[in-house]
């Protein structure tokens, strides 16, 4: 016979199956546990099974017998939630590839860093509540050492930004590019490379091609940060490494100063020139990177 005892029973097991099953799902899904998921799944068809047969024990209570309509609720409750977790398991098992909204985001961290220049490949996978990521990239330098240290700045920030990641694998290989991305402060938009970098007015940016010489892509912008009171030089390198320049032609050193360290850090090189025009400079510069006759040069 059913009494209010029992129905009290069945609720208070309704109400704990709903908890447990809600705080297990949110630490799973926090500490991306397959398992932790899997058992608050299971603790939510519970609650539903539970209100189901706490339906049927008041439908009896006031003298309805719905016993075989939620026995067919909790069937259809199993399955579904059965093929969830099976699916689930499978891709588990599988290897399953990271999901695309995460894959974007650490294709963005790549990207973002000035010295990339294209990603050969990017693959992520998952197994259990750990993540894999591999990638090839190609750089914009030939310093193996800055190399390794950039890969190092790109896995730190992609560890930062995207958790539960057990192994970030990143192979790199120099750029083979033949197009050169120069740059230099400009006095006037007459061309006269100016002596100072950070309060340059203007700088000119080009393209040189370095198996011919030829020249192309010529631009001229005014320096954003010419007058700011302090750090205007680090600000330009910072400019300049964001317009992905792979030169500077400069009549003053930059050794030992900020922005030279903070370009060359970052593999752009720093040509000292004693000719006072750009256009003469970068000539010069183009009899000096053309490969000579017979030689492959990519």
């Keep these: 016979m059913i009494t209010i005892p029992v129905i009290a029973a069945a609720l208070a097991a309704l109400v704990l199956s709903i908890l447990f099953g809600w705080y297990a799902t949110i630490v799973g899904r926090r500490t991306n546990s397959p398992t932790m998921v899997a058992e608050g799944k299971h603790r939510q068809v519970d609650a539903l099974s539970s209100a189901v047969v706490l339906g049927s024990l008041v439908s009896n209570y006031f003298g309805h017998n719905v016993d075989r309509i939620a026995a067919m609720v909790v069937l259809i409750f199993i399955v579904f939630a059965g093929w969830e ?18 894959m974007q985001q650490i294709e963005t961290i790549i990207l973002s860093h000035p010295q990339v220049e294209t990603i050969e490949f990017l693959v992520g996978r998952s197994a259990g509540r750990y993540r894999f990521v591999e990638t090839n990239l190609t750089l914009r330098m030939t310093d193996l050492k800055k190399a390794h240290q950039i890969s190092q700045e790109i ?17 790199y290989q120099p750029s083979r590019s033949i ?10 938009m007459q061309g006269a490379i100016s002596d100072h970098f950070g309060e340059a007015p203007y700088f000119v940016f080009a393209v040189l091609r370095t198996d011919t010489g030829e020249i192309g892509g010529q631009e001229i912008l005014g320096n954003p940060f010419a007058d700011l009171p302090k750090a205007k030089g680090m600000r330009v390198a910072e400019w300049l490494l964001e317009r992905r320049v792979d030169l500077v032609l400069v009549r003053g050193t930059l050794k030992g100063k900020g922005p030279g360290y903070a370009l060359s850090d970052a593999g752009v ?21 053309v490969a000579p006759a017979g030689t492959n040069r990519e």
Excluded: C, M, W
């Design 85 to 102: 977790l099976l699916s689930g398991g499978i891709r588990v098992l599988l290897d399953a590839s990271l999901d695309r909204k995460t």
């Design 155 to 171: 896995e730190g920030a992609i560890r930062e930004q995207v958790p539960h990641l057990e192994r970030v694998s990143i192979h």
């Design 179 to 188: 197009h050169l991305r120069v740059a230099a402060p400009l006095a006037d």
């Design 269 to 289: 090189e720093l040509h000292l020139t004693d000719l006072g025009n750009f256009y003469d400079a970068l000539q010069a510069l183009g009899k000096e990177t």
